[in-house]
Each structure stands twice: as structure tokens, then as C-alpha cells.
T-cell receptor
Framework: GENVGLHLPTLSVQEGDNSIINCAYSNSASDYFIWYKQESGKGPQFIIDIRSNMDKRQGQRVTVLLNKTVKHLSLQIAATQPGDSAVYFCAENRDSGAGSYQLTFGKGTKLSVIP | DARVTQTPRHKVTEMGQEVTMRCQPILGHNTVFWYRQTMMQGLELLAYFRNRAPLDDSGMPKDRFSAEMPDATLATLKIQPSEPRDSAVYFC?????????FGDGTRLSIL
């Protein structure tokens, strides 16, 4: 049969604009969340993380927002640049309190920056 | 910057052959993970080690896949015999207290 791949959500933004990538997580007990960026031919690269006792964390040009009420995570990228074009994954850790550090990954969002 | 190193970066071989993929985790990290990434399934966890002991390999086909950590500086993932459906990119990640750092993967093609 026809090989159908994952249909990744795609976000196209103009260079210089802000980007917002969203992620819904499933387990209300998750207490640690990470955003990764994956460029073509490379492994996922850590961008920013946040623990469940926080609702916002800022890095260089990136901000992660956590809304535990609706189990929603977002990544905001300020002044998006062509080098930001990649697939972005959110990941949640469901059991760090018990010493399990397995991550559950979302399906990913493809960000395309228009020069 | 410390990095997870994976070898080989690319491997093409015929079905039925044994394939061994290697990973050097970041020094000091006590967890090691093997993932497989395909267009169909995305990123799947195959196996997970902590302090070199296997904790979870439920995502791995046991009849043909095996994962080991002979020492703290080396993790291996073997497929024997390989099949075309094993074609994918295989990632190793190492971590400490939850944050995982990934290598750049082994792109495996089984003909």
C-alpha cells in the first residue's frame, strides 16, 4: 500500500515575526517538560525546559509557557530567523518522582521561516 | 560542549546481515536511551538503561534486537538478522535527572 508518513502540523512565519508552537500533553501527573529542535539530518537538540512548579520560563529569544489547568505547553520564538526552521518537539516526563526519566514525545511541528 | 557520539552515521546493508550501532554517552550521565525515528511512527523508545542496567526494553522486538552497555562509555544496539522494515534513523540519548541529550543518529537502510 501507499506509504503515508506522519502529517506534521506546519507553521510558516515571516522572518522577524514571532512564532508560537503549541503542544497538548496527556498526563496531569507529568512534572517536567522539554522543548527540542530537530534540524534535517541531526538529532533533537535541547532548547528549553520547565518544571511543573513554574508557568513560564525564558531563554534567549525563546519562552516556554505551561498551563497545567488545560495541560498545554507552548514555545514562543521571538524575531524568528531562517535558522529557526526545523521540527520542534515537546516532551514530558511522567514519573521523575519515582526516578523514571523516560520522556514521551509529541509528534512535532514543522516551522518554516519565510525570508 | 560535551556531545553524544554515534557511529556509524550511515549504514547500508542487505537483509539478513547483522548490524551494530554504537553510542558514546556524555561522561557523567547515568541514563542511556535508544530511539528509532521513522516517517510513519515518529520517535519511538526502544530501550532505556540507568547506571548501565537495562530498565525498559519493551519497545524493542526481542527476537532480533538487543541492547547492551558493556561499560559506562559504550552502548550498543544490535539487529540480527536485519530486515527492510528496520530501515530508520536510530538515535542514542544520554541524560542526567531527566534532561536527555541526543546524538545525531545512525541512518540505517536495509536492502
Amino acid at each position: 500500500g501507499e506509504n503515508v508518513g506522519l502529517h506534521l502540523p506546519t507553521l510558516s512565519v515571516q522572518e522577524g515575526d514571532n512564532s508560537i508552537i503549541n503542544c497538548a500533553y496527556s498526563n496531569s501527573a507529568s512534572d517536567y517538560f522539554i522543548w527540542y529542535k530537530q534540524e534535517s539530518g541531526k538529532g533533537p537538540q535541547f532548547i528549553i525546559d520547565i518544571r511543573s512548579n513554574m508557568d513560564k520560563r525564558q531563554g534567549q529569544r525563546v519562552t516556554v509557557l505551561l498551563n497545567k489547568t488545560v495541560k498545554h505547553l507552548s514555545l514562543q520564538i521571538a524575531a524568528t530567523q531562517p535558522g529557526d526552521s526545523a521540527v520542534y518537539f515537546c516532551a514530558e516526563n511522567r514519573d521523575s518522582g519515582a526516578g523514571s526519566y523516560q520522556l514521551t514525545f509529541g509528534k512535532g511541528t514543522k516551522l518554516s521561516v519565510i525570508p | 560542549d560535551a556531545r553524544v557520539t554515534q557511529t556509524p552515521r550511515h549504514k547500508v546493508t542487505e537483509m539478513g546481515q547483522e548490524v551494530t550501532m554504537r553510542c558514546q554517552p556524555i561522561l557523567g550521565h547515568n541514563t542511556v536511551f535508544w530511539y528509532r525515528q521513522t516517517m510513519m511512527q515518529g520517535l519511538e523508545l526502544l530501550a532505556y538503561f540507568r547506571n548501565r542496567a537495562p530498565l525498559d526494553d519493551s519497545g524493542m522486538p526481542k527476537d532480533r534486537f538487543s541492547a547492551e552497555m558493556p561499560d559506562a562509555t559504550l552502548a550498543t544496539l544490535k539487529i540480527q538478522p536485519s530486515e527492510p522494515r528496520d530501515s530508520a534513523v536510530y538515535f542514542c540519548a544520554s541524560g542526567l535527572r531527566g534532561l536527555q541529550h541526543f546524538g545525531d543518529g545512525t541512518r540505517l537502510s536495509i536492502l
